[in-house]
Nanobody, 120 residues
Framework: QVQLVESGGGLVQAGGSLRLSCAASGSIFSVGAMGWYRQAPGKQRELVATMTSGGSTNYADSVKGRFTISGDNAKKVVYLQMNILKPEDTALYYC??????????????WGQGTQVTVSS
């Protein structure tokens, strides 16, 4: 019933920008947090940025000053504005949400991923 759908990925040159979007839909009681992870070939999936329902944000050191997470947990949407993109940002980006459905169980959900490729 619950799904997360990402959009906004693509191919850009180094120094360019992209804005990723993620929308959660389905039977959702409340959202605790939403965020973004990424996974590059041969590497572990890593946290990029998160935003809690209280508005607190957290960023990986590698993206601080370049990426900005925003959104509205009440509206079940989250964005990732990515500026000054670097080739090392190339990865499959996944939306993640910690939420409760109407069983009041707290679960983590993942989107299908959107590819970001940054060329030199």
């Amino acid at each position: 019933q619950v799904q997360l759908v990402e959009s906004g990925g693509g191919l850009v040159q180094a120094g360019g920008s992209l804005r990723l979007s993620c929308a959660a839909s389905g039977s959702i009681f409340s959202v605790g947090a939403m965020g973004w992870y990424r996974q590059a070939p041969g590497k572990q999936r890593e946290l990029v940025a998160t935003m809690t329902s209280g508005g607190s944000t957290n960023y990986a050191d590698s993206v601080k000053g370049r990426f900005t997470i925003s959104g509205d947990n009440a509206k079940k949407v989250v964005y990732l504005q990515m500026n000054i993109l670097k080739p090392e940002d190339t990865a499959l980006y996944y939306c993640n949400a910690a939420l409760k459905d109407y069983t009041l169980r707290y679960r983590g959900y993942w989107g299908q991923g959107t590819q970001v490729t940054v060329s030199s």
